[in-house]
Antibody
Framework: EVQLVESGGGLVKPGGSLRLSCAAS????????MNWVRQAPGKGLEWVSS????????YYADSVKGRFTISRDNAKNSLYLQIYSLRAEDTAVYYCARDFMAGGYDYGAGYWGQGTLVTVSS | SYELTQPLSVSVALGQTARISCGANNIGIKNVHWYQQRPGQAPVLVIY???NRPSGIPDRFSGSNSGNTASLTISRVQVGDDADYFC?????????FGGGTKLTVL
């Protein structure tokens, strides 16, 4: 069974930093591109970042470029999101999501974790 | 940047057919994916690449995509279909979500 478990969220002051983690199990982690998607309270989904299976291709939303860094450790079956210079508008549930197809491109996100809440407030 | 436009809400009577649109310039040339999100839960992929259903998704869910509009159709709507639905595409190295549509089953 595919499982994605996010951790690392919490209450952070504006300007602070945080590192989110996503522990993956139940599939060959190194074969899949991975994604971070966030959802502000009561709002819609916002794509944040994606990383290919070998980390050779990395993409960011304009809203987080320069402040967020996505990475992965295939040996540890883990995905990460390092967040710097946090702003109030970064407050959201952050979901880790696996691409639907291994080695594929643009098949959507087929599996999602339950998310971790990041709250930015003084 | 590429924008996807969805109606804020759609209402449908139990057992009838619901259609949710996702509009954008030339969306017909892109792969459109659809997600269902029930309150307090993570999103679930219900349609990928315009028309394809992942295993476990009922065949009541179908999709289409042409010109400037993609659509998600839910036939024989059930109470459990009451949820938010989001369309999504990949454009120029970035993921893009529609604003979401709240489907209300009457």
């Amino acid at each position: 069974e595919v499982q994605l478990v996010e951790s690392g969220g919490g209450l952070v002051k504006p300007g602070g930093s945080l590192r989110l983690s996503c522990a993956a199990s139940g599939f060959s982690f190194s074969s899949y591109s991975m994604n971070w998607v966030r959802q502000a309270p009561g709002k819609g989904l916002e794509w944040v970042s994606s990383i290919s299976s070998s980390s050779s291709n990395i993409y960011y939303a304009d809203s987080v470029k320069g402040r967020f860094t996505i990475s992965r450790d295939n040996a540890k079956n883990s995905l990460y999101l390092q967040i710097y210079s946090l702003r109030a508008e970064d407050t959201a549930v952050y979901y880790c999501a696996r691409d639907f197809m291994a080695g594929g491109y643009d098949y959507g996100a087929g599996y999602w974790g339950q998310g971790t809440l990041v709250t930015v407030s003084s | 940047s590429y924008e996807l436009t969805q109606p804020l809400s759609v209402s449908v009577a139990l057992g009838q057919t619901a259609r949710i649109s996702c509009g954008a310039n030339n969306i017909g040339i892109k792969n459109v994916h659809w997600y269902q999100q029930r309150p307090g839960q993570a999103p679930v992929l219900v349609i990928y690449r315009d028309t394809n259903r992942p295993s476990g998704i009922p065949d009541r869910f179908s999709g289409s995509n042409s010109g400037n509009t993609a659509s998600l159709t839910i036939s024989r709507v059930q109470v459990g279909d009451d949820a938010d639905y989001f369309c999504q595409v990949w454009d120029s190295g970035a993921g893009v979500f529609g604003g979401g549509t709240k489907l209300t089953v009457l």
